[in-house]
């Protein structure tokens, strides 16, 4: 179908506010005698605070207050909000404990988040707990004071690997975990063992990604006060502000009502955003001082350690094919790290197995995760949630079982890949579209896949050529493991144009701009007459869960589709009764009410906004306020080919070409989307080949906590970025679309490591391929 607007590549919304620094993030906002608020981190992985004295830093001139684990709210907690926190209370146990993950509540208590945590702690369990605070006039006098608080220790043994954690007679970082074991269990289709039987091979591999950081532009940055009617106002740089709103008040133990979150503009979150990190101590901290503003800024440092991070997870593959190609069954077990607290926990690691089933539907397939805590940093989610890490894990393994079997690794997937109409057995979902095989056509001409291979066939000396590739299936938001409800309004104004309200978060991403042009397209507007609401607030935005889950186009897309068709309607009806021309037989276009048959306009849309708004007997202002709960999935797919050069003598990889090329169904604004595709792909190689954070073994210390020290590419490491799209449109999405958000990075790491694998025939199944591990490995491999 030809769009007028949908499809195009329209500017964003927001580009000119974004380069002219007119737009406002939470830093450039303020309030009158704002003061600071600064954390005490723990320099332990593991320790229980025996005692803590913070008589010296209160009497610093210009702290306002000191808060420790003994000054925050009980389990009784009054719903009604006093100017103080609480009653001292000697015993951690007796503290609420809440749960941070940005996830929509849920009425069944058996699917809500692990309450694991504490405002400030008591016992520290990994290097970067909160373990107190201050409140002063000014920044320095912030950290002069946290130098004066005196802690004595009781150092306990830091488990800084899931080995480690899961070793018989470790310590319990959480007394209520046994083994250290936050969760386990997966799912089963089918019979695995019996497939194995049935099978010619059963080949089996290990697999193993690393701890990252999301490195965003805009740290973790809020501010808190007490309004007139002593409302906790918090203004912050989040993803999800209703749930933000809801965590605090679960945190400080007050009815949500009397929390109110601002999300102004926000630079950037790839999934550290959607965690509630240091709001519940910013509430904290306001009410200590009676309710005058306070700001709580993290430091790069701090924010690398003391927000989240990406689950490391270690792969156990099993795989029975057969001489054809043709998988019968697999079985994947999974350790996930999720560090000192449970944040999104086990999620992650059954959204990887969840969102995997979709691309090879083998007739037997088992996954057997388990989510265990150590004494590090807390992972939750980080751009394509669990899927990054356990498509590393099986595409690698595929490209290993096509090269047993001698097969082109193209072939080997076409034989196993999912079809149009598959109803995928546990959730239910249904794929209505599916481009993939497209995908993988059109990536191989663009990188020379067969020519390449041919020439690459037989190398020698010490820098070799190879072509790798990957696939990776997705899902357009939750359903039907959480809710996906999302809500728009709009406003004809008295000039024709329009005004949109959203629940959804811009962050970066693009999403108010195709917001402006899916309701462009159904009212017949230019975008210049679409204005977006950037900024959002809970008191009065319409309710929407966030920005995550790669769910905003598709998700909150309905809403905005569903809002902009009954503003349509409202306009031809009241068109209707202004020329008694029936309103099935007009239509919208080009800022006029237009005969449907002929196009020839009946009425300007601003004489009919006019007429709605000021005529005596008429006036009826048309807007439309609504919300949609998507109890559907669309599932998109893609493939990332690459072509590397590596120096055997050095370790070093060098990417000369790398294509990332996506069925998201109907791309709305082409250009948005491939900047979206350059920034996944980007974030795919640092994953691929440079980016972990790495810990003192013994200590859990943190090791290279920023940017000069983290391996994070710039641009001088950063090749040209190939994309391009197959748009299998989708029935159920809003004009056919389907996700795109966190796809990017899914399928890069792997292809690149297939390609190193093309080039020398050295396998590599562990992540980053950094030029020490490289080198490391061709020593083993007698490369060198």
Request: proline share 4%; charged share 25%.
């Given at each position: 179908?030809?769009?007028?607007?949908v499809?195009?590549?329209?500017?964003?919304?927001?580009?000119?506010?974004?380069?002219?620094?007119?737009?406002?993030?939470?830093?450039?906002?303020?309030e009158?005698?704002?003061?600071?608020?600064?954390?005490?981190?723990?320099?332990?992985?593991?320790?229980?605070?025996?005692?803590?004295?913070?008589s010296?830093?209160?009497?610093?001139?210009?702290?306002?207050?000191?808060?420790?684990?003994?000054?925050?709210?009980?389990?009784?907690?009054?719903?009604?909000?006093?100017?103080?926190?609480?009653?001292?209370?000697?015993?951690?146990?007796?503290?609420?404990?809440?749960?941070?993950?940005?996830?929509?509540?849920?009425?069944?208590?058996?699917?809500?988040?692990?309450?694991?945590?504490?405002?400030?702690?008591?016992?520290?369990?990994?290097?970067?707990?909160?373990i107190?605070?201050?409140?002063?006039?000014?920044?320095?006098?912030?950290?002069?004071?946290?130098?004066?608080?005196?802690?004595?220790?009781?150092?306990?043994?830091?488990?800084?690997?899931?080995?480690?954690?899961?070793?018989?007679?470790?310590?319990?970082?959480?007394?209520?975990?046994?083994?250290?074991?936050?969760?386990?269990g997966?799912?089963?289709?089918?019979?695995?063992?019996?497939?194995?039987?049935?099978?010619?091979?059963?080949?089996?591999?290990?697999?193993?990604?690393?701890?990252?950081?999301?490195?965003?532009?805009?740290?973790?940055?809020?501010?808190?006060?007490?309004?007139?009617?002593?409302?906790?106002?918090?203004?912050?740089?989040?993803?999800?502000p209703?749930?933000?709103?809801?965590?605090?008040?679960?945190?400080?133990?007050?009815?949500?009502?009397r929390?109110?979150?601002?999300?102004?503009?926000?630079?950037?979150?790839?999934?550290?955003?959607?965690?509630?990190?240091?709001?519940?101590?910013?509430?904290?901290?306001?009410?200590?001082?009676?309710?005058?503003?306070?700001?709580?800024?993290?430091?790069?440092?701090?924010?690398?350690?003391?927000?989240?991070?990406?689950?490391?997870?270690?792969?156990?593959?099993?795989?029975?094919?057969?001489?054809?190609?043709?998988?019968?069954?697999?079985?994947?077990?999974?350790?996930?790290?999720?560090?000192?607290?449970?944040?999104?926990?086990?999620?992650?690691?059954g959204?990887?197995?969840?969102?995997?089933?979709?691309?090879?539907?083998?007739?037997?397939?088992?996954?057997?995760?388990?989510?265990?805590?150590?004494?590090?940093?807390?992972?939750?989610?980080?751009?394509?949630?669990?899927?990054?890490q356990?498509?590393?894990?099986?595409?690698?393994?595929?490209?290993?079982i096509?090269?047993?079997?001698?097969?082109?690794?193209?072939?080997?997937r076409?034989?196993?890949?999912?079809?149009?109409?598959?109803?995928?057995?546990?959730?239910?979902?249904?794929?209505?579209?599916?481009?993939?095989?497209?995908?993988?056509?059109?990536?191989?001409?663009?990188?020379?896949?067969?020519?390449?291979?041919?020439?690459?066939?037989?190398?020698?000396?010490?820098?070799?050529?190879?072509?790798?590739?990957?696939?990776?299936?997705?899902?357009?938001?939750?359903?039907?493991?959480?809710?996906?409800?999302?809500?728009?309004?709009?406003?004809?104004?008295?000039?024709?144009?329009?005004?949109?309200?959203?629940g959804?978060?811009?962050?970066?991403?693009?999403?108010?701009?195709?917001?402006?042009?899916?309701?462009?397209?159904?009212?017949?507007?230019?975008?210049?007459?679409?204005?977006?609401?950037?900024?959002q607030?809970?008191?009065?935005?319409?309710?929407?869960?966030?920005?995550?889950?790669s769910?905003?186009?598709?998700?909150?897309?309905?809403?905005?589709?569903?809002?902009?068709?009954?503003?349509?309607?409202?306009?031809?009806?009241?068109?209707?009764?202004?020329?008694?021309?029936?309103?099935?037989?007009?239509?919208?276009?080009?800022?006029?009410?237009v005969?449907?048959?002929?196009?020839?306009?009946v009425?300007?849309?601003?004489?009919?906004?006019?007429?709605?708004?000021?005529?005596?007997?008429?006036?009826?202002?048309?807007?439309?306020?609504?919300?949609?709960n998507?109890?559907?999935?669309?599932?998109?797919?893609?493939?990332?080919?690459?072509?590397?050069?590596?120096?055997?003598?050095?370790?070093?990889?060098?990417?000369?070409?790398?294509y990332?090329?996506?069925?998201?169904?109907?791309?709305?604004?082409?250009?948005?989307?491939?900047?979206?595709?350059?920034?996944?792909?980007?974030?795919?190689?640092?994953?691929?080949?440079?980016?972990?954070?790495?810990?003192?073994?013994?200590?859990?210390?943190?090791?290279?906590?920023?940017?000069?020290?983290?391996?994070?590419?710039?641009?001088?490491?950063?090749p040209?970025?190939?994309?391009?799209?197959?748009?299998?449109?989708?029935?159920?999405?809003?004009?056919?679309?389907?996700?795109?958000?966190?796809p990017?990075?899914?399928?890069?790491?792997?292809?690149?490591?297939n390609?190193?694998?093309?080039?020398?025939?050295?396998?590599?199944?562990?992540?980053?391929?950094?030029?020490?591990?490289?080198?490391?490995?061709?020593?083993?491999?007698?490369l060198?």
């Open positions: 179908m030809a769009y007028a607007v499809g195009k590549s329209v500017r964003r919304v927001d580009a000119i506010a974004k380069v002219t620094g007119q737009a406002k993030y939470t830093d450039d906002f303020s009158r005698d704002m003061l600071v608020g600064k954390i005490l981190h723990s320099p332990y992985a593991h320790a229980i605070i025996k005692t803590i004295d913070v010296k830093a209160k009497a610093l001139p210009g702290v306002e207050a000191v808060l420790t684990y003994k000054d925050l709210p009980g389990n009784q907690y009054s719903t009604a909000l006093p100017g103080v926190i609480g009653d001292v209370l000697e015993e951690e146990e007796e503290r609420v404990k809440f749960g941070t993950a940005g996830h929509p509540y849920s009425l069944d208590p058996n699917h809500r988040d692990k309450e694991d945590r504490h405002i400030l702690t008591k016992k520290a369990r990994f290097v970067g707990d909160a107190a605070a201050v409140v002063a006039t000014d920044e320095l006098i912030a950290e002069e004071a946290l130098r004066l608080i005196d802690v004595e220790y009781e150092v306990l043994e830091a488990l800084t690997s899931t080995d480690a954690a899961l070793k018989d007679g470790a310590p319990l970082i959480h007394e209520d975990s046994p083994r250290n074991i936050l969760a386990s997966g799912f089963a289709r089918g019979d695995v063992e019996e497939a194995f039987k049935e099978s010619d091979h059963v080949i089996e591999g290990e697999y193993e990604t690393s701890i990252v950081q999301h490195c965003h532009m805009e740290n973790q940055t809020s501010y808190a006060y007490l309004d007139a009617d002593r409302r906790i106002v918090i203004v912050t740089s989040t993803q999800i209703q749930i933000v709103r809801r965590i605090v008040a679960q945190a400080l133990g007050i009815s949500w009502g929390v109110r979150v601002i999300k102004p503009y926000v630079g950037g979150g790839f999934g550290n955003k959607q965690d509630v990190c240091i709001e519940p101590l910013n509430a904290a901290m306001t009410l200590a001082v009676g309710g005058r503003p306070v700001k709580l800024e993290l430091s790069r440092e701090e924010g690398m350690i003391d927000t989240r991070t990406r689950h490391a997870f270690k792969f156990k593959i099993k795989t029975g094919i057969n001489q054809d190609g043709v998988i019968n069954g697999i079985h994947i077990s999974a350790v996930s790290n999720t560090g000192a607290y449970a944040s999104h926990g086990h999620s992650i690691a959204s990887a197995g969840g969102k995997f089933r979709y691309l090879y539907p083998a007739k037997a397939l088992k996954y057997d995760p388990i989510t265990v805590y150590t004494n590090l940093p807390v992972a939750g989610a980080m751009r394509g949630y669990g899927t990054p356990i498509f590393f894990a099986f595409e690698s393994h595929i490209e290993d096509a090269k047993k079997l001698n097969m082109d690794p193209i072939e080997l076409r034989k196993n890949l999912v079809e149009v109409g598959y109803v995928e057995p546990l959730s239910k979902n249904k794929i209505m579209s599916c481009g993939i095989r497209e995908c993988i056509d059109k990536g191989r001409e663009l990188i020379k896949w067969d020519e390449k291979k041919t020439l690459y066939k037989e190398q020698s000396g010490v820098k070799r050529r190879g072509v790798g590739m990957a696939c990776f299936s997705y899902a357009s938001g939750t359903y039907p493991v959480a809710l996906e409800v999302a809500g728009a309004r709009l406003v004809l104004n008295q000039d024709g144009s329009v005004q949109l309200q959203l959804a978060t811009e962050i970066g991403q693009g999403s108010d701009t195709v917001f402006a042009q899916m309701v462009a397209e159904v009212l017949g507007l230019p975008m210049d007459m679409v204005h977006v609401v950037s900024s607030d809970t008191d009065v935005s319409p309710f929407d869960t966030g920005s995550y889950a769910r905003q186009t598709y998700v909150s897309g309905m809403a905005v589709e569903k809002a902009a068709r009954e503003v349509k309607e409202k306009i031809l009806e009241f068109a209707h009764r202004m020329t008694d021309i029936p309103a099935h037989l007009l239509d919208l276009s080009n800022q006029s009410v005969f449907k048959h002929s196009g020839e306009s009425l300007t849309v601003e004489e009919v906004a006019m007429q709605s708004y000021y005529d005596r007997i008429l006036a009826k202002p048309i807007t439309s306020d609504v919300s949609n998507a109890r559907i999935n669309a599932m998109p797919f893609g493939v990332t080919f690459a072509e590397v050069e590596v120096d055997t003598q050095t370790g070093k990889i060098e990417i000369l070409e790398i990332n090329v996506h069925d998201s169904g109907k791309i709305v604004n082409p250009q948005l989307a491939e900047g979206q595709v350059h920034g996944g792909v980007s974030m795919g190689i640092g994953y691929a080949l440079s980016e972990q954070l790495l810990f003192d073994e013994v200590t859990g210390k943190p090791l290279n906590n920023n940017l000069l020290d983290y391996k994070l590419p710039t641009i001088m490491d950063t040209d970025i190939g994309v391009a799209f197959v748009e299998a449109e989708d029935p159920t999405g809003p004009f056919g679309v389907k996700s795109l958000g966190e990017p990075v899914i399928s890069p790491a792997p292809a690149i490591r390609a190193v694998l093309d080039a020398t025939g050295v396998a590599f199944n562990r992540l980053p391929m950094n030029p020490q591990r490289v080198f490391e490995r061709f020593k083993e491999a007698g060198i």
